[in-house]
């Protein structure tokens, strides 16, 4: 099973190193593996909150998560995203950009730099939004209680999360405005950029996750119309297979799947140009890595680990709402990637330590 979930990582980190060796060196070599860690430890509640959404879809749309979805998460996020951010932030064409990573790297690290307001307030947006939504929804399983219960309470409130992510993105805004002197640039056009970039954020989660919510909710409505049908067959004796996501509904929920990648991938790309500026190795490295989260995440699935280790899920969510804080304090503060990838870590190996020790007095218990 493990082999089968991973032999494809295992392929593209061999050809990864194999062509960092080819491209500059053994030095290179040893870029592309610290890079594939960084995203690695940065990325494993990608993981777990990417298979809490993948159980719901079946295999064929799981495949193409895993096929189609990585082309879209190596060269899309981690090889054209940076490109794109410096064409549009510099003004300059694609194929500009292209060259201008290519022969001129510490000016093609300057503009990505300068684009970071944009990308840490999109990014940080987003995940916002998506820890906000599951801690105000009330839950069967808690793992916070003394937390969690008040929060649910205060969820029946409409549009609760959307005030109090706006709220945060206007202090974001103001915050870094007040000290844009210190980077260039005037207060207002600072804080246009973080207001917009954010607003930005906040439309696409709620586009997309509206869209795969409200099909997700057209194929349950199918479901109960079968109810009878599949009600007879169980007592038929046949066994019954729960449905999955197909159709339109899966569709949507892949490109939430893409989106919330994409938005986990923010934080791994800027930290890379802390090690290196060559958006080649930069492509290299991020690429094995996330080939490694899709792995991850497919593995997660078919062992029903969210199902064995009941908090997982709540950790990983309390690690987006930690990194969705990280991201937009580096508006204006510079935070080690290693800080960030420790939150993250330290959080979700508590929610699994939680869910051991609930798994053992369930079992004195029984």
């Known amino acids: 099973m493990l082999w089968k979930t991973f032999r494809w990582a295992f392929a593209v980190t061999a050809l990864g190193l194999a062509a960092g060796v080819l491209y500059d060196g053994w030095t290179a070599l040893g870029i592309v593996a610290i890079l594939s860690v960084l995203e690695i430890s940065l990325s494993f509640d990608n993981a777990v909150i990417n298979a809490g959404i993948l159980k719901k879809m079946n295999a064929f749309w799981q495949k193409i998560f895993l096929t189609v979805g990585i082309v879209i998460a190596v060269f899309g996020m981690r090889l054209v995203f940076p490109v ?16 201008l ?64 992510a706006l709220i945060v993105l206007l202090v974001s805004a103001v915050t870094f405005g007040a000290h844009a002197h210190q980077h260039g640039g005037t207060h207002a056009d600072k804080a246009e950029t973080v207001l917009l970039a954010g607003v930005a954020g906040l439309i696409t989660y709620m586009v ?15 479901e109960e119309r079968e109810q009878e049908a599949e009600e007879e067959a169980r007592r038929a004796g046949r066994r019954d297979t729960p449905v999955k996501l197909a159709g339109k509904a899966a569709f949507f929920m892949f490109l939430y799947l893409e989106v919330l990648d994409a938005s986990f991938s923010f934080d ?65 503060y510079q935070i080690n990637e ?21 798994n053992r007095a369930l079992r004195t218990a029984a």
């Open 268 to 332: 791994g790309v800027i930290g890379a140009f802390a090690i290196t500026n060559d958006i080649v190795l930069m492509a290299l490295g991020l690429g094995i890595g996330a080939m490694y989260v899709r792995s991850l995440t497919v593995y997660l699935v078919r062992q029903g680990t969210l199902d064995d280790y009941v908090y997982l899920e709540h950790g990983a969510h309390y690690a987006i709402g930690a990194l969705s804080l990280i991201l937009l304090v580096t508006i204006q």
């Open 84 to 99: 794109v951010i410096v064409a549009i932030s510099a003004r300059l064409n694609p194929w500009s950009a292209v060259h």
């Open 208 to 222: 997309v996750g509206g869209l795969s919510g409200f099909f997700e909710q057209k194929l349950e409505d199918e």
């Open 101 to 164: 990573a290519l022969t001129d790297k510490d000016r093609y690290q300057e503009l990505v730099t300068d684009a970071h307001p944009s990308i840490a307030a999109f990014g940080g947006m987003f995940l916002l939004m998506i820890f906000l939504d599951f801690v105000f929804e009330d839950r069967e399983i808690k793992w916070l209680g003394w937390l969690e219960r008040p929060l649910a309470r205060l969820g029946s409130v409409d549009t609760l999360s959307v005030c109090i």
């Open 338 to 358: 290693v800080v960030t990838g420790l939150v993250g870590v330290v959080l979700i190996g508590a929610s699994f330590w939680s869910s051991v020790r609930r």
